[in-house]
């Protein structure tokens, strides 16, 4: 059994903050713990738009608290994001992510990342090994 407070994460290498200072991921469930999938809490700042492409993960992201927007670059639709909503990423969509107020997301990676990931110049995570 795998037992983690959110306090066992901040301040170590399992809390990780994009270099382009617009989210922190604090990482329950890595690859090493062996579930096939990686297990997050991301904050997205408040302010800030971020492009992602996940071209080599599929993701699904559920908000507990603020308030944003993805934006669906294949179809230029805007959905709004607040607490309760699920959004799921089954095609590598191509999109921005923008937020009004922190929002506090929970994220699953497949497959698993492995631990210290940032995104590339595409917007994506690289496929890590241990």
């Not at 290498?13 to 579930?35: A, P």
């Amino acid at each position: 059994m795998i037992v983690k407070h959110l306090s066992d994460l901040k301040g170590t290498d399992d809390e990780v903050y994009g270099e382009k200072g617009t989210w922190v991921s604090r990482r329950f469930l890595l690859k090493k713990d062996g579930m096939g999938f990686s297990f997050h809490e991301t904050t997205i700042f408040a302010g800030t738009e971020t492009y992602l492409w996940y071209k080599n993960h599929l993701e699904a992201v559920y908000c507990v608290g603020g308030e944003g927007e993805i934006e669906d670059l294949g179809t230029g639709k805007i959905h709004p994001i607040k607490d309760g909503t699920m959004y799921a990423l089954n095609n590598h969509d191509k999109h921005y992510l923008r937020s009004k107020k922190d929002m506090r997301l929970i994220c699953v990676f497949n497959p698993p990342l492995v631990g210290r990931e940032d995104h590339d110049e595409d917007g994506a995570y690289p496929l890590l090994d241990e």
